[in-house]
């Protein structure tokens, strides 16, 4: 019998001969180190996105207008907003024309941009508006599945209404800029992004910046390529644009937002790292797991495919630690699959393997922000849903934002034979600090069981005689994995009003009671007064 030995802060924990009578019970044996902090990510951690196809018809951004979202969105700041994506590269900014046309629109139907103290549109607006999305949403994705990118303009206006959504829900924008403007020599043509930055500051807006997205596929989309090191020499000559106005002398500047790590896009972010690398505050990269066109859901359940982001991420930060060593990392755009997702899977509860997985999984290996592809758009790994009700992935993101703290423990689950469990993933952070639950010391563990049992999850000894909070999230409905809606402890979840957010209840359990995970779901336990050295 093998035997698994760990230090855990006041205890030691010895996997021992005694095992054996659990062997035929599924169970995990979670070993952590309560001593000390493997690292601490950003209070920004989970951030989200909304993608510029929302502007492909400008009229659409007043959406973010709607009181119902702007509450949904307060429930998952602080947070970074990224405005980007694909038609990033393809979007020109300007003063007249288009201004016209959506001033022309919100006088229409009587929209206030910048007020965060009264509904922005009507309820009869914001109806109108969701219901000539539903045809304009089947467009973007038919474009995208086409690998067509069509230009876009957008306005003042709309950059208002952007950014008064961002500050007004409780998140920072990030805005993506234009870097398919080239020059004859093939450099980047800043004049737009400078008309931009010139009405940005007269309004006073406080923001970061990208500039490009996914430069890896610039060839694929619009016939430019723009190798690495060019690209390094397009974000140092923005930065010295920034510096230029009082209010981005010192704003954020992220990129370059490549895809996946293969030869190219590696060779392409070497280059850009040793040009541009000093410039930029964080480097982005963007991460799926699965074609949303050909996957299943054994997928989405895979043991093989959660593990492929530590891969992915390792090449990343392998490429970033031997050209700009210490220089923070994002996953700046990311989801379950690509090309918009998939349809009844990354909008249903079986999604939230991959997502809870991938904030784990990136905590642990010091990703320092996670930035959702995208909190309401096309496809169908939204948070939000087209009429805006929330989807299964939004309510494990508002649990995530209330429970987990930016300091991150050391901790896995073992199974019987003392082996690494593939099929419990067992996630560990210091409990966030003004949560209600927190005692003394506090951490919360999540877990996800992906076996088709119901398992025993075996806290350290040092934490076995503490109170234990409970919030387990499974499907609602005769759906099943398959469901759009979400139950905690029993109970589904959904908004009291378009004001009004539920309040997430846990279930303390009795002290030394065993933690029983039922198959495939996930849970949140809380263990309050852990006074676990690390979270003091």
Same mark, same amino acid.
């Given at each position: ?13 010895? *996997?021992?001969?005694?095992? +054996? ?9 979670? !070993? ?114 086409? !690998? ?6 957008? @306005? ?31 450099? %980047? ?14 309004? !006073?807006?406080?923001?970061? %910046?990208?500039?490009? !997205? ?74 799926? *797991? ?7 859901? @054994? ?49 249903? *509860? ?23 592809? &995208? ?18 992935? *939004? ?42 639950? @927190? ?79 039922? +198959? ?5 336990? &809380? ?10």
């Amino acid at each position: 019998m093998l035997a698994v030995m760990t230090v855990l802060g006041l205890g030691l924990y010895l *996997y021992s001969p005694i095992h +054996a009578l659990f062997e035929k019970e599924q169970f995990a044996v979670v !070993n952590a180190d309560l001593t000390h902090v493997e690292r601490t990510v950003s209070d920004a951690f989970l951030s989200v996105a909304i993608d510029t196809s929302l502007v492909t018809e400008e009229k659409y951004i007043n959406l973010l207008g709607s009181q119902k979202l702007r509450t949904l969105a307060k429930g998952l700041a602080p947070g970074y907003l990224r405005f980007g994506g694909t038609k990033a590269d393809f979007m020109r900014f300007h003063t007249k024309e288009v201004a016209t046309r959506q001033q022309a629109f919100s006088r229409q139907f009587g929209i206030k941009p910048g007020v965060c103290d009264r509904r922005p549109i009507s309820p009869e607006t914001e109806e109108y508006l969701k219901s000539e999305w539903v045809l304009q949403e089947e467009l973007i994705l038919m474009e995208e599945h086409q !690998n067509h990118c069509s230009k876009l303009n957008i @306005s003042g206006s709309t950059v208002d209404m952007l950014y008064n959504f961002a500050n007004c829900s409780g998140f920072h924008l990030i805005f993506g800029l234009n870097a398919l403007l080239r020059t004859k020599t093939n450099t %980047w043509n800043s004049s737009n992004a400078e008309e931009l930055l010139n009405y940005c500051q007269s309004k !006073n807006y406080s923001m970061s %910046w990208e500039l490009g !997205n996914e430069p890896n596929s610039f060839m694929k989309k619009s016939g430019i390529r723009i190798d690495g090191t060019q690209l390094g020499k397009d974000f140092v000559h923005l930065r010295e644009i920034l510096r230029r106005y009082k209010n981005f002398q010192d704003s954020g500047l992220y990129g370059p937002d490549v895809g996946q790590p293969r030869d190219h896009t590696e060779n392409l972010l070497e280059g850009f790292l040793e040009t541009g690398g000093k410039v930029i505050d964080a480097c982005t990269w963007h991460h799926y *797991y699965v074609n949303g066109r050909d996957t299943s859901l @054994s997928d989405f359940l895979s043991p093989e495919v959660l593990d492929s982001l530590a891969t992915k991420t390792q090449e990343i930060f392998q490429v970033v630690n031997e050209t700009v060593p210490g220089k923070k990392v994002w996953l700046g755009e990311t989801s379950s699959a690509y090309g918009g997702g998939a349809p009844g899977l990354s909008d249903t *509860y079986v999604a939230g393997f991959m997502w809870l997985d991938k904030l784990g999984l990136s905590a642990r290996l010091g990703i320092d922000v996670v930035i959702r592809q &995208v909190l309401v758009g096309a496809g169908s790994y939204h948070l939000v849903d087209s009429n805006f009700d929330p989807l299964p992935d *939004y309510w494990l993101s508002l649990l995530y934002k209330k429970l987990v703290g930016p300091k991150v423990l050391a901790a896995t689950a073992f199974t019987h034979l003392g082996t690494e469990s593939k099929l419990h993933r067992v996630y560990m952070h210091c409990t966030k600090s003004n949560s209600e639950t @927190s005692g003394t010391g506090a951490v919360t563990v999540f877990a996800l069981n992906l076996s088709k049992k119901t398992s025993t999850i075996h806290l350290p000894p040092l934490l076995s005689d503490k109170t234990v909070v409970l919030y387990l999230l499974e499907p609602a409905g005769e759906d099943g994995l398959h469901s759009r809606s979400v139950q905690l402890n029993g109970k589904v979840l959904k908004m009291v009003d378009d004001t009004t957010l539920p309040v997430l209840t846990g279930i303390p359990l009795p002290v030394g009671s065993p933690l029983k995970l039922p +198959a495939l779901s996930f849970a949140f336990y &809380v263990v309050k007064d852990a006074n676990a050295p690390a979270c003091r």
